[in-house]
């Protein structure tokens, strides 16, 4: 009863109000902060499983087109999920899947054309924020289709050391090599030494 009675008395006292403000309104904010923090992760998570999904959905096609098999159409549960996902299906993939060159190919602009896919924005966001912190994406593409071209198209094995990739004016840093490494796309050995882990 007594407990009642304090907290009408405190509603009905706009003094006592005045001075729960300041405490009401630090709960709202980190509230606010904490519901801010979440989303982000949520967000985060759902372009990571994204990125995951599409680069499934990319490889099981490729698969199908090298060795000739038909593509089994989705059923209305896997086209409805592909599609709140945002993730491309059936004709759309065929675009977008590159075929693989041929073994005889002797032209190096053309099996760079061929083969080189640049990174997409959900494979990226796929890698934790601590690692990409402010690197972007066009830059860090522009140092991967380096690499590529060096050990893909110009067939070089030896692995690069930083110094090294940055006196042949390859937009290398720590960073990026990070990033690459963390999606499996470059190998570094205990020299910190860097080739494509093809």
Known sequence: METAVTRLETLEDPAALLKELPVLKSRYQSLCAQMEEISLEQKESMESIRAALQKTMEMVQALQQQTQLQNSPLSAQEQTAAQQLNLKTGKEMEFSVQEPSSPGSTDPGSAEEAQF????????????RSIRSTVKLADLNTFYKELFNHFIVQNNRAALSLSQMKNMNMKATDSRIRILEELGIVEVNKQGNVKLAV
Do not use: G, M, N, Q
């Open 117 to 128: 896919i640049p990174l997409t924005k959900e494979a990226f966001l796929s890698v934790p």
